[in-house]
Structure formats: C-alpha cells, structure tokens
C-alpha cells in the first residue's frame, strides 16, 4: 500500500516560486520531510508531510558535479534539522513539456535509494496562473524500476485552501524576485538557500 | 500602483542607464525592463533623443518575454515607422509571431529577410530557436551545426550548441563547442568550469582528470568561482577512491581535495558570519574533510 504524499504551503509556495522566478528555464529542487521516529504498525495510513523545498539549480540540469555538492551539503543539513530528503520536484524548459525525462529520473532513483517513498514531481506550466486555482503538479511514484503518475488534487496538501491563497499572493507581490535557489548561492555564498525571508512571508500569511 | 520612478527614487537619467547596463550585460530580467522601459516610454520619451529606438527593441523583446502584446505591438509600430524596410525591425516582427506561438508565419519572415540577404544570421538563428520552441532538439542541432560551419566564429551559437547537446546527454560533443570557445577566450573562467563540469558527468577516470585539472585552471582564471572549487573537491575525491589509481596519484589528489575544502571552509567563513545555514554548510565541509581522511586510509 503506498503512503500518500502530502505538501505544506511553504513546500507548495516555494516550488511555484521557483518555477515563476525562470519561466523561460528548467528548474529542478528536493523536498524534505521530516524523519519518522520509528515505523508504527498501521504505518501506512500516516501520509509523509513535505514540509520545506530547497530550490536547486536554474538552466541546465543534466551535469553532475554541483548536483552531487548540492545532494551533499543538503543532506547534511536535513541530519541537522532531523530531516529527510523524500522528493524531487522539475520543471522543464518548454511549458508543454510536462514529462519527466532521464534526469528527474536518474535523481528521482537516487533518492529514493535513500527513502523508499520518495516521490518525483513534474510541474505542468501550462495550467500556471497567478490565481493558482488548482494544483498544478504530478506525482510520480517509484515502482519497481518505473515512475507511475498518481492523481494530484487538493488531497495531497495539508491544507489546499491555504496553499492555494499564498501562493497566489506571494506570487502577485512577486516574491519570486528574492527567492534563492543552490545555483544563486554557489553565485554568492550570501545567499541563503533555506530562503529564511519567504518562510517568513508565508507564515506570515497563514 | 505607484511608478518606478516614485518607489526606488531615482530619475529617468538613472532609469536610462539601468536599461543601457542590462542591455549590455544581456540580461534576461524581462519584467523589470517591462517596468522601467514602459515608463521611460511613456513619460520622457521626448528626452531620450535617438537611445529610444534601442529602448523601444529592448522593451519590445522583454515585453514578449513578459506575453505584454499590447506593450510589444506599441514598440514595434514606433520601429516600423522610423525604420522602414529594415531587416532588424522585420526581425522583431517575427519574434512577436514567435510569441504568439505563430511559428510558420514567423519562419515565413524570416525566409523574407533571408531571401533578400542570405548571409542574416539573425534571421537564421531565430529559425532554429523555433525548432527549440517546438521540441525539435534534433533538428535544431543539425541546423545549428550546418550554421557554424559557414559561421565558425560565433561564440552564442557554439554555445548553444554545447547546452544543447547537454540536455540530449551527449556529453562528446557538448565537451568539443567548449572546446572550440576555451581556443578563443582563453581567459574566460566560465567556459573553463563548464569544459569541466561536463567532462565530470562524462565519467572514466581519465575525464575526472581532465575535470580536475580544467577546474584548477578556472580557479586560477577567477580565484572566487565556487562552482570551480567544489568541482576541483569533488573530482579530486574521486579519483583518489578510485581502486584503479597508484599511491602516488592518489596521495597527490587527496592533497588537491584537501586544499580546496580548506578554501571551501574558508570562503563559507568569510561569508557566514554564524548564520544558522552557514553553520550548517561549514559542518557539512567539514565531514567531507574527515570522509577524505577515511579513503586515505
């Protein structure tokens, strides 16, 4: 029985941000969870909470080195905060593109070489608006060897409602302008990649 | 909503000057242009002199970029009425087809301009950019090849060709327009890091050697270019945890690695300052030091 996947806002939020702050690149990021303290029996009935996303890299996606240094530095960041890297998420370059290709596979695979559950999600840039009034992702679950797309509704957010109405928000005040992802730090190593500064805003709003 | 001029205090002096340094570092932020140009536009456009023509193309492009046709059609309405007959305005003209996804009337257009001038490579070039919008990576990269056969010298399409190329995972060839660019910018730091990086995913120890030895040079072009840094660490370390290499290749490359998480350290130092993330980075620098004293071992 797979566990269902589950987004907070501020993981929500920020891969729109992302998203919006390159409309004319790929983008790529993680999403993190929060470490089970031990597998409970009816384990399967607890969705796994995305709580926080790390934007990764603007452009091109498909070489290894920074990928490897950012999988690296955030992982030991994640043991820091008792976090887990459970996902990844891509946007492709052309807006119709919406399918996952040989790189969110490759890192999909990866993480989920760490974290069984791990779930790979592609952003549909077609259904994008200001207004965000659906969920524009699809989920993709690592079954034996293969990526299968589950449906994505309002089910797989902890509060739709919320996500829905920040995120518009931070999109119209155009947040996406301080958003900070790996390759802006690996720029200047001022910039923070935790986006303390949007977390903020979206509490904030909450 | 309040002007540009209103929220940032500066004047349409400052305003002109900003889109001149964007337009010279060729930068991308369309949005921002959009707002800054669109006033300029429209509130001292009588004290620009001859700069608003240039304004009117740099404003006209970001407004596409930014799906502001009302904003695009304006510019290009004042270029074709100062300029007429002229290729760059047609050229401009296709680009507005190419937003509007309108992609076989803009190819049309550009066959226009190439028809009474074979040699526009602006008009050539866009035609590939449309094979790129549609998803045609094979196409676009037998056209751009053929193009930089006639046209070897220019440095935007070789590197286009290579990002291309990456993103088909055809490391060879990708490695090979780096080439051709690292020949003729010699100095350029980018070129050097991105040879690297691209040699890296290659894989083989004889291309993590290369690597290593293109991010030392990067650094040495530009001593503050992370990416080279992290590089010259990370293909550092795998070669010396490589089986296949002697002792003396693998004491020389724990040496490199070693060095550069010392530097990696203290560039996060210098940056930090104890913020909460920046700890965080440090520490994880500091256990790739100590997973390096492992494979020493």
Known sequence: MRMSIKLTTQAYCKMLLHAAKYPHCAVNGLLVAEKQKEKKKDSHSTPILCVDCIPLFHGTLALAPMLEVALTLIDTWCKENKYVIAGYYQANERTKDFRPNQVAEKVGARIAENFSEAAMIMVDSTRFTMGCYEPILAIYDHHENKWKCRDCNADCFEDWCEAQ??????????????????DNHLDDLRNDWTNPEINKSVLHLC | MASVSEMYDVTWEEMRDKLRKWREDNHRNSEQIVDVGEELINEH?????????????????????CSRDDLAWTCLQELKRQFPGSQRVKRLAGMRLEALEKYEDASKQYDSILQDDPTNTAARKRKISILKAQGKSAEAIRELNEYLEQFVGDQEAWHELS???????????????L?????????NHLYCEQYAEVKYTQGGLENLELSRKYFAQALKLNNRNMRALFGLYMSASHIAACPKVNATVKKANVKYAAWATNQINRAYQLAGRGTKENKCSVKAVEEMLESMQITMS
């Open chain 2, 163 to 177: 990002e291309l190329y990456i993103n088909e995972h055809d490391y060879g060839k990708a490695a090979f327009c």
């Open chain 2, 45 to 65: 456009a009588s004290k620009l002199g001859d700069d608003i023509w240039i304004i009117y193309e740099q404003v006209m492009i970001a407004a596409l970029d």
């Open chain 2, 179 to 187: 080439e051709e660019l690292m020949m003729t910018n010699p100095h």
């Open chain 1, 165 to 182: 109405k920040i995120t518009s928000a931070l999109l119209e005040g155009r947040s996406y302008e301080s958003l900070i992802d790996f």
